[in-house]
């Protein structure tokens, strides 16, 4: 979503364009077949979740060691065959694809490969030495087992007085790339929410406002509404604002968050991912702190306390 607003902030577009206006019919992403949507549904519409176009996470297999431009054709054109499952800017409802969307036409206005672009534009300037994209070939590097000493093991954990933690299957991967595919630290991610909210380098006040605008209803969080801009989520606790996002695949689980107020940036990542098989689902009590494993529980328990100074 930063790097969108970044190319607007030099003319190169426009976030309330169609998607057809960066990716006409002729576009080989397409495979000669623009779906009619492309011409109704904004570059705004696709950040902000509002689009309704069809999700290809767990629905669409793909090959890591297929080329890029390969995989993301297959999604565009997999999205193509079905119909938006609303009206374009009716609703929140989360959407990968559309992020796969926003990445293309990063690359095609730029003309830079996606990780190059967050490299010189954002990783490189603001000292984020321990962050960069994966390339397809560090991801199915991991998946095949080659580089189990340089990341951390991932697993699946039972709650309970002693939690059973199973290591998981590296077989599931998503090709990294604009929905997912960043490998980060928690220290480089607090140089990127003071970068970004407090410190003006990443975007202009005019683009920070577009990004913390509320859109559209998101749900509730931290008992209040919860609400989405543009790649950010804006929630409240306590009477305070937070901008913020999560994220998580298989046993890859981050929170991030900054609370304008106190000028305090959070960041948590984990490897593991609760899991309460459905024949003890009634038995086990998420209340009780030895059940709380589940970053969301410390994340929470750190945003009440920091929220109420």
């Not at 298989?250 to 305090?264: C, L, S």
Request: overall charge neutral.
């Amino acid at each position: 979503a930063a790097a969108i607003l970044k190319l607007q902030e030099r003319y190169k577009l426009n976030i309330e364009d169609p998607i057809s206006k960066f990716l006409p019919k002729d576009s080989p992403y397409w495979g000669g077949k623009m779906p009619a949507w492309a011409d109704k549904v904004t570059l705004k519409q696709i950040l902000n979740h509002t689009s309704g176009i069809a999700e290809y996470v767990m629905k669409l297999p793909l090959d890591l060691q297929d080329s890029h431009k390969n995989i993301n054709a297959k999604i565009l054109q997999f999205a193509a065959m079905h119909e938006p499952a609303f009206t374009p800017g009716e609703k929140f409802q989360y959407n990968n694809t559309g992020y796969v969307i926003a990445g293309v036409i990063i690359e095609e206005i730029s003309q830079q490969k996606l990780a190059k672009f967050f490299q010189t534009e954002f990783f490189d300037p603001l000292g984020m030495k321990n962050t960069a994209m994966a390339s397809l070939n560090t991801a199915f590097e991991y998946q095949s087992g080659k580089l189990a000493r340089m990341y951390p093991s991932r697993y699946v954990v039972i709650p309970g007085q002693q939690p059973q933690y199973t290591p998981i299957d590296k077989k599931i991967m998503l090709p990294p790339f604009a929905d997912g595919g960043v490998m980060s630290c928690a220290e480089d991610m607090m140089k990127w929410l003071y970068a970004l909210f407090e410190e003006g380098k990443v975007l202009t006040q005019e683009s920070l406002k577009l990004m913390t605008t509320k859109y559209v209803k998101s749900g509730e969080r931290y008992g209040d509404e919860s609400f989405y801009g543009l790649g950010t989520f804006i929630n409240k606790a306590n009477g305070k604002t937070i901008y913020g996002h999560g994220g998580n695949a298989v046993a890859i689980r981050g929170e991030f968050n900054y609370i304008p107020d106190i000028k305090a940036a959070i960041a948590i990542i984990s490897n593991i991912m609760v899991h309460i098989p459905e024949q003890i689902r009634d038995k086990v009590d998420l209340t009780l702190p030895h059940n709380q494993i589940d970053i969301h529980f410390f994340n929470e328990g750190i945003i009440d306390t920091l929220t109420r100074f």
